[in-house]
């Protein structure tokens, strides 16, 4: 929750991965909020106030996982918005043309994202959407100590770099800063 919340204002996209992770640690739990208390919560080194609000916070996680069906795989509501929100966002960056260094950075990465929706169930996803699915793909691989090849890893730094330009793009939208009229 505090992590959380640090990297909703700092980086929307690292949030995001985040949260991903979150929802994944839940599940090895078995949705078991006494066991993510034993195991997580009473060791996190915060305040018992705090402790308190951390646990509320995987409580109302897991009844949301519980109320929308995705115990098993899928991902929260809360966070599918975030990837539309980022989608449209996007949508209206490319649209602009107002970003060249945006623009130049997401056609670079697009022949990698072509061949990666190739590997995907749903072929529907965005390509945004699938940037995340790309990252979060290498993160599970490197906690499984799987080999990387050098190729994959250097098409994970271009769409890292173009994450980083669209984390910076949100944050500027949100606070009003940036113009695409």
Known sequence: MFIARKLKKENICEYLLYMWQVEDLIRAFNLDIDAINERIIIPYPVADDERKDLYGWYE?????????????????????????????????????????????????????????????????????????????????LRLKKNEITSETLQVQTEISKFMVLLARNYQYYKSGELDLE
């Open 60 to 140: 109302s996680l897991i009844e949301m996982m519980r109320l929308e069906n995705i115990q098993t795989e899928g991902h929260l509501q809360l966070n599918k918005n975030i990837i539309q929100e980022l989608d449209e966002l996007h949508s209206l960056i490319i649209r602009s043309g107002k970003n060249a260094g945006y623009n130049a950075k997401f056609y670079y990465i697009l022949p990698f994202l072509t061949q990666f929706r190739k590997q995907q169930i749903d072929l529907k996803l965005s390509d945004v959407e699938l940037c995340f699915n790309f990252q979060y793909g290498i993160m599970m």
